[in-house]
């Protein structure tokens, strides 16, 4: 390893899921050929172990924000000795990790990012995280547990008309104002107190399919970590570090997320050219990326029965033809 380990990584966990469309990612990043890969959301290294033990002529460097994350990765990648870089920081700060790493990079190209977004099976199954209504558990919700506000916190800050316009924008549509003033007004500390709220401002007739507090931890997970902020930061980064023919690979869980990297990708794609179809570019826009798929690569029958998370990841990619 490049960078000797924290005291807070002392303990690695071994939790973490299986990685999502593991040989999609793998197969479609390697074809750029050797130089620097970027697991921008390392978790339990388990994309990263696959890049490094398929092409030995690359070099990886792993981002994450989770002590734990880092942690387990540390132990994972342990083999790779000198061909790893492991920092803490999020992807938005991409750009200043590649400086950071200047040395380790030694002038070789970015040829290939990873962005797999979400909260990690791992980060679901601690009890002292406070992501899921499965476990009682404090509100907390950060991906770094070491700074920032606590969900519970930020509930106690934020007004009826942010948190209903957020809860909407995450797709709770028909109950959000109520579960709003329902949330605001009970102050909830732990998960719980949260799901408990959830249902009693949202009638059992209405309940759709699946747990009726899942959006709403969705939504406060989402804030808590700026995520939306942090996506599209860390999708400009991305490209930015990428050498002209690197590639990049962006997973997501959720409808919002697989939007934002849809619209960032056509906007890369067209250069932001917004000049009538039938008319021809006339502005002189300059396309950033290719785009090799006509939308979202999905897991298949055989890998969702062996990792349910997989079902509902959304893979797409870019390959950066200019600067």
């Known amino acids: 390893m490049s960078a000797a380990p924290r005291p ?10 299986e990685p999502v469309l593991l040989a999609p ?6 074809a750029a050929g050797p130089g620097v890969y970027v697991d921008a959301t390392l978790g339990g ?17 792993g981002i994450d924000r989770d002590p734990e994350a880092r942690a387990t990765a540390r132990g994972r990648l342990a083999p790779f000795a000198d061909r790893v870089h492991i920092a803490a920081a999020t992807f938005a700060d991409l750009g200043r990790v590649l400086e950071d790493a200047s040395e380790f990079v030694a002038g070789r190209p970015v040829r290939g990012v990873l962005m797999d977004l979400g909260v990690s099976s791992h980060q679901l199954d601690d009890p002292q995280r406070g992501f899921t209504f499965r476990t009682d558990a404090p509100l907390d919700m950060r991906m770094d547990p070491t700074t920032g506000v606590t969900a519970a916190q930020w509930l106690t800050e934020t007004d009826v008309v942010t948190l209903t316009r957020l809860l909407r924008e995450n797709g709770e549509d028909r109950f959000a104002p109520a579960i709003a003033r329902a949330l605001l007004e009970g102050r909830p500390t732990t998960s719980d107190e949260l799901t408990s709220l959830v249902e009693s401002a949202v009638p059992p007739a209405a309940r759709r399919r699946g747990h009726v507090a899942t959006r709403v931890f969705q939504t406060l997970r989402i804030v808590v970590n700026n995520e939306v902020d942090e996506l599209r930061d860390g999708l400009s980064a991305a490209l930015d570090a990428l050498d002209v023919g690197g590639r990049l690979v ?17 906007e890369a794609q067209t250069g932001g050219c917004t000049c009538p179809y039938e008319l021809g570019c006339v502005c002189g826009a300059v396309p950033r990326v290719s785009l090799p798929h006509s939308g979202a690569v999905l897991a298949d ?3 969702v029965a062996q990792n349910p998370r997989a079902r509902s990841a959304r893979l797409r990619s870019a390959v950066k033809v200019a600067p």
């Open 8 to 17: 807070s990584d002392a303990t690695p966990p071994s939790s973490y899921h």
């Open 25 to 30: 990612v793998r197969d479609f990043l390697l």
């Open 45 to 61: 290294a388990g994309h990263a172990t696959a890049l490094l033990e398929a092409a030995p002529d690359i070099v990886l460097i």
């Open 250 to 266: 962006v997973l997501s869980y959720h409808s919002g997320e697989d939007r934002a990297v849809k619209a960032f990708l056509r």
């Open 301 to 303: 029958a055989r890998e």
